[in-house]
């Protein structure tokens, strides 16, 4: 499935914009109690429980990873040109992405069903 | 065809952004804080998974974290996140062609239509609106509850 | 009120331009440190300082050509028409891309001018660069007009487009282009991407797009929907920066990006064809 560079880019500016939201709420979050509290393990743990926020945190982390990495891979493809170098850049880049959905997915997953302290 | 890099200018023609006017150092923010906003998302992600290993490990990650180092890093992130995202939404009007103008008939001094003050004020409203988003950000941060 | 605040800004700018402008740095000589190499002849790259009187009027080329006549012949330069509209002698001038024709030594700080070859180009010998990666750029847009009604085969017939003031607008600018390679030199992406066509390109992939008279849109948005194509531009407008000419390269490569991210429609009315000869011909009989 070969995406055209004017469909991955319009997915680019989607996500982009899709992400200021989601992550304008987060950071929101970190301020509706004082600071040092909201980072304590119970408040944290609440949050994961919480499955508007969970569903909330799981586009922030695609939205994001798609976005940066995305953005890197243009970073990257205009640094060289090799065949080598693009599929590498294309695959790793594809890579890294899922890998870091997959990872922050099993963090929330796993934290979802922790009890409190 | 084996193509000629000698006289390239490279990464040295991204790391000398001052010659050439306001968007071309907007355009060298942009790259910048990407990548570093990438970096911080990459150790966020992972900082937060100490989640997973209980309350000991959570407070051991605060430790190394909530510290004035800590805090510097995050208003820096702060800073650039308020740029990037703002600077982008600026820059997804221009890639479109909005607020750049139009084709005319060019007469001497050749200024080019493009570069007017209606989007160049966009990289001056990021670049304020992330002071601002940093200053409130080090109120919260060091200001104390 | 935004509006007023913007023109407000505009004069006071412009305003500033005019005492720029005025206020020239009057000099009796001036230093010009030319960077010298011939690779091919083994010739390392270094600098030579040569001193040259100038008056209130000397172009840098001026300076150049009088260094080359009384001090030092083996300056390579390239240079023709010394009006700016050639696009021959384009080089970095005090680290930035200018035609030395068009830049007056007064208009320039500092006692000594630093002039170097056109970054982003093959070197050949001291400050003439090798244009063929931009030439052949260039020629992957297909820079012609393409359309099939168009019958220049038949004479008889000579057929002519209507094409209005307000079509010709669209892209006159763009076709101002000399071709000087400056915008080329000052982009950052063409510093590290070969692949990219280049400002220049695709300004001209705009101005024959835009063009009435061409009906190979569709064919014109594929050759740069590409991953070394215009989606490499980041606006960061130092070619409209550098150009001499008013082409605004960065305004015709963000208007050929809106038609494909669909802020502009992509309808455009073919230019009627109208057969002149064929119409006087009947008229006649």
Known sequence: MMLRESQIMKIHYVTGIAAIFVVAVHIMMRLIMPFGMSLEYDNVIANYHNIPYVVLLESILVLIAIHGFNGLRVILLELRQSKSWEDGVTILTIAAMMAVVAYGTRTIIIANGLGFE | MEVDRSNREGLKGWLNPGRYGWERVSYWLQRLTGVGLLAYFVGHIFETSSLTQGPDAWAAMLELTQTPTGHMILLLVIGMSTYHSANGVRLIFTHGGKGLGKPGRPDYPYDAVSLNYKQRSGIWIALILAATAMLYGASVLFGGE | MTEQVIEKIETMEKKREKEKHGKETIRSSIVLKIYRANKRAGEQAHYDTLEVPVQRWTTVLDALLHAKQYKDPSIGIRYSCRMASCGSCGMKINGIP????????????????????????????????????????????????????????????????????????????????????????????????????????????????????????????????????????????????????????????????????????????????????????????
């Open chain 3, 98 to 285: 200018r035609l030395a024709c068009y830049t007056k030594v007064s208009e320039l700080e500092g006692s000594t001018i630093t002039i170097e070859p056109l970054a982003n180009f093959p070197h050949i010998r001291d400050l003439v660069t090798d244009f063929t990666q931009f030439f052949t750029h260039h020629h992957d847009v297909k820079p012609f007009i393409q359309s099939e009604h168009a019958d220049i085969k038949d004479k008889n017939k000579l057929s002519e487009f209507m094409q209005s003031l307000e079509d010709l607008d669209k892209f006159l600018q763009f076709s101002y282009c000399i071709k000087c390679g400056l915008c080329y030199s000052a982009c950052p992406t063409v510093a590290t991407d070969t692949k990219f066509p280049g400002p220049q390109a695709l300004a001209q992939a705009y101005r024959y797009f835009i063009d009435n008279r061409d009906d190979a849109a569709k064919d014109r948005l594929n050759l740069v929907d590409d991953r070394h194509g215009i989606w490499r531009c980041h606006f960061a407008g130092s070619c409209s920066s550098v150009c001499p000419k008013g082409v605004d390269p960065a305004l015709g490569i963000q208007l050929l990006r809106g038609h494909m991210l669909g802020y502009s429609k992509n309808e455009k009315k073919i230019a009627d064809l109208q057969e002149r000869l064929r119409k006087d011909k009947e008229e006649k009989q």
